[in-house]
């Protein structure tokens, strides 16, 4: 099983001809709400792309811990994730609390801008994953984020690796401060962007460098990243690069997600590092040339 711990958000989707500047009303175009949040995407993404997984087959083979609230969009994102087979026995619904949500700007090149109101994604404590324990001692591997506080993510991290499980930690967004030594090491996989590594490793100009550095703070496998220029993995066997796969950009906004969403399944099924990086970009690759975030994430059987 792998459990994604982790925010859930509703993603207020508008497209613009390009991002407006400071203090400029720009006329939009089409507006939707689409089910998003970091941890609800990785969530879908690795339910859809685990092996022959098809929609509404084989639920429980990942669930979610995350907080809703009880409103309208609460009720909506909780069927999204079911509609996917997730099990989400511990996503908490907040009485008086609004659910999270991201307003996001996706301009005529598929670029976006992002701005996020945590809502219940902000209530999400070290109380609600001792509440999950026994789901966590079923996983084989467990995925989070940086949407929920970072006291809840160090508590999870610390449990999960005290369980001796495989700890995925995607740093989004970054903390300016960076990550604690004592975490690093207790992360298995640490998956940033290019900005997020540079911001994190805190030294040199080269992804190389930042990956060393993070590596050398004690994290074991650092894969980062890098859009349009491909992969770049630092891992405990050896560096490599990873080219992209050429792509006509519709929206970004759920690549990297659906990347760590791929990568992820792809381990749980056994695959070596090397071919869960290579899956992962084929997943993220199909996402970017469809609109959304939960709605371009593939499903498996899009990718064979």
């Not at 989070?144 to 999960?160: D, F, G, K, Y």
């Not at 869960?276 to 040339?289: E, L």
Request: glycine share 12%; aromatic share 4%.
């Amino acid at each position: 099983m792998i459990v994604i711990i982790g925010s859930i958000n509703m993603d207020l989707v508008l497209r613009v001809p390009r991002m407006p500047r400071p203090g400029e009303t720009l006329p939009g175009g089409q507006f939707q709400t689409i089910p998003g949040g970091k941890g609800a995407n990785q969530a879908v993404a690795c339910a859809r792309l685990s092996s022959g997984k098809d929609e509404g087959s084989r639920p429980g083979r990942v669930a979610m811990i995350g907080c809703l609230g009880d409103d309208g969009f609460g009720a909506t994102l909780r069927q999204a994730m079911r509609a996917d087979g997730i099990d989400d026995s511990h996503v908490a619904s907040l009485p008086g609390v609004v659910s999270g949500i991201a307003a996001i700007l996706v301009d005529a090149n598929g670029q976006n801008s992002i701005v996020i109101a945590g809502g219940a994604n902000d209530m999400l404590s070290p109380a609600h994953i001792d509440e999950a324990r026994a789901l966590l001692e079923q996983a084989s591997i467990v995925v989070l984020q940086l949407e929920t506080p970072a006291a809840t993510v160090r508590h999870a991290i610390q449990l999960a690796h005290a369980l001796g499980k495989t700890v995925v930690l995607n740093p989004a967004p970054a903390p300016a401060a960076g990550l604690p030594a004592d975490l690093l090491t207790q992360i298995d996989y640490l998956i940033p962007n290019e900005i997020e590594a540079a911001m994190l490793a805190g030294a040199g100009d080269t992804i190389e460098t930042a990956a060393a550095q993070l590596r050398a703070q004690g994290c074991r496998n650092v894969i980062v990243t890098l859009g349009a220029k491909g992969v770049y993995a630092a891992l405990a066997d050896g560096n490599r690069r990873f080219a992209a796969q050429p792509v006509a950009a519709v929206d970004t906004t759920a690549a990297g997600d659906t990347f760590i969403g791929g990568f992820v399944a792809a381990l749980a099924a056994g695959h070596n590092e090397v071919d869960a990086i290579a899956f992962g970009q084929r997943a993220a690759a199909w996402s970017v040339a469809h609109a959304g975030a939960q709605t371009s994430i593939p499903h498996y059987r899009n990718l064979v």
